[in-house]
C-alpha cells in the first residue's frame, strides 16, 4: 500500500480541518462586507475594514483553500489506489457532485476577493443586502457536499 493510501485517515482529519477554516472564513468575510457597506470611502471606518479584510482572506482563506485542495487530491490519489474500480468513483453521482460544489465555492472564493479589492479601491457596487443574501450560499453548497461524501449516495 502506498504512503496516501496508508494515512488516508490522516489525510481526511487534515482535510476536514482546513475545510472547516475556509468555510469559517468565507462565511465572515460577506458579514464585514456588509458593514463595510456603511463606511465612506477614505474614512477610519473603512480604513479598519480594509485591514480586517485583507487579514482575514491573507491569513486564513487563502491558505485554507490551498490546503483543503491539496489533502483533497491526496484524498483522491488515495481512494484512486484503495477502492476496487480505481479512479471510476470520480464520476460516481455523490462525487461528481461534491466537485461540483468544490468549484461553486472556488469561484465564490475568487469573487470575494475580487470584491475585497473593489472595496479598496472605493468601487464596490454591491448593496448591503446582496452581502447579506449571498452570504448563505456557500452554506448551503457545504451541506450539499458534506452529505454527498458522507451518504456516498447512488441513483
Ligand atoms: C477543494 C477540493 C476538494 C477535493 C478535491 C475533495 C476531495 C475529497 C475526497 C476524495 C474525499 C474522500 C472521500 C472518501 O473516499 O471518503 C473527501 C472527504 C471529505 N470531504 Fe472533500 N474535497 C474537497 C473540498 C471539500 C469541501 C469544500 C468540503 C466541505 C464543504 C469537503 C468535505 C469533505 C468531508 C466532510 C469529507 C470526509 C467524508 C468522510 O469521511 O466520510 N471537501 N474530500
Redesign the pocket.
Same mark, same amino acid.
Given at each position: 500500500m502506498t504512503f496516501l493510501a496508508e494515512h488516508f485517515n490522516l489525510f481526511?482529519g487534515l482535510?476536514?480541518i482546513a475545510?472547516i477554516a475556509? $468555510?469559517a472564513g468565507m462565511l465572515y468575510l460577506p458579514r464585514l462586507y456588509v458593514y463595510h457597506c456603511r463606511a465612506t470611502p477614505g474614512s477610519e471606518m473603512d480604513a479598519t475594514f480594509q485591514e480586517m479584510e485583507v487579514k482575514l482572506l491573507r491569513i486564513i482563506i487563502n491558505p485554507a483553500?490551498i490546503a483543503?485542495?491539496l489533502f483533497?487530491?491526496c484524498?483522491?490519489a488515495?481512494?484512486a489506489q484503495m477502492?476496487p474500480g480505481g479512479w471510476a468513483?470520480l464520476l460516481t453521482p455523490w $462525487?461528481l457532485t461534491?466537485?461540483a460544489?468544490?468549484i461553486l465555492?472556488?469561484g465564490w472564493h475568487g469573487f470575494l476577493a475580487g470584491a475585497r479589492r473593489r472595496f479598496a479601491n472605493g468601487t464596490n457596487s454591491r448593496s448591503e443586502k446582496f452581502w447579506r443574501m449571498s452570504n448563505e450560499l456557500p452554506f448551503l453548497?457545504?451541506v450539499v457536499?458534506?452529505l454527498a461524501?458522507?451518504t456516498?449516495f447512488v441513483f
Open positions: 481526511r482535510h476536514i475545510v475556509w $468555510m483553500m483543503t485542495w483533497g487530491l484524498l483522491i488515495g481512494d477502492r468513483f $462525487m461534491k466537485l460544489g468544490v465555492l472556488s453548497a457545504a457536499m458534506v461524501v458522507t456516498e
